[in-house]
T-cell receptor
Framework: EDKVVQSPLSLVVHEGDTVTLNCSYE??????LLWYKQEKKAPTFLFML????IEKKSGRLSSILDKKELSSILNITATQTGDSAIYLC???????????FGTGTRLQVTL | DVKVTQSSRYLVKRTGEKVFLECVQD?????MFWYRQDPGLGLRLIYF???????EKGDIPEGYSVSREKKERFSLILESASTNQTSMYLC??????????FGDGTRLSIL
């Protein structure tokens, strides 16, 4: 059975802090690892990672995949209150475009 | 921009009713997906479809069916609604090997 585990489950930080969110996966025929951000409505796409060791970056957010350790991290530097959200990690099954999601990390950024 | 539209944001139905949730995408995506999202359980895949009239069971298909008569539209059907189907339902679409894009969700309450 495919499985994705995220940690921590929730996190409260002060504005300006740097945070690291973790994701580990056991996915059959793994093709890629995806990160999404969910505020009140639809999850919005952040990153898709297919190659190990190559960092993807978008502004203050970055992510990297480690296929040897079957894990990924999402870093957010200089956090802002607008970063408060649930961050979802998902493993993609190669043959089916199916995603298996973790339960998410709830991040709260306070002033 | 990809637009995935779910017909209702909030829906209240009674136990035993047949319930239809509609999803439309405007990007000619071949893949479409239905998930439910529950606290502590994350997003779980109910059904998905690769093409018109094609459907595949996800991880929790029991009590649900789907219909895809046109490429842009994917319907989720609760044959006889039960209280344990109270949940947030999310629809997504994608091209093969590309990230899934989500609708805003339908919060369904079964009384």
């Amino acid at each position: 059975e495919d499985k994705v585990v995220q940690s921590p489950l929730s996190l409260v930080v002060h504005e300006g802090d740097t945070v690291t969110l973790n994701c580990s996966y056991e996915v059959t025929n793994f093709r890629s690892l995806l990160w999404y951000k969910q505020e009140k409505k639809a999850p919005t796409f952040l990153f898709m990672l297919t190659s190990s060791g190559i960092e993807k970056k978008s502004g203050r957010l970055s992510s990297i995949l480690d296929k040897k350790e079957l894990s990924s991290i999402l870093n957010i530097t200089a956090t802002q209150t607008g970063d408060s959200a649930i961050y979802l990690c998902a493993g993609e099954v190669g043959t089916a475009s199916k995603l298996t999601f973790g339960t998410g990390t709830r991040l709260q950024v306070t002033l | 921009d990809v637009k995935v539209t779910q017909s209702s944001r909030y829906l209240v139905k009674r136990t035993g009713e047949k319930v239809f949730l509609e999803c439309v995408q405007d990007m000619d995506h071949e893949n479409m997906f239905w998930y439910r999202q529950d606290p502590g359980l994350g997003l779980r895949l109910i059904y998905f479809s690769y093409d018109v009239k094609m459907k595949e069971k996800g991880d929790i298909p029991e009590g649900y069916s789907v219909s895809r008569e046109k490429k842009e539209r994917f319907s989720l059907i609760l044959e006889s609604a039960s209280t344990n189907q109270t949940s947030m339902y999310l629809c997504a679409s994608s091209l093969a090997t590309q990230p899934q894009h989500f609708g805003d969700g339908t919060r369904l309450s079964i009384l």
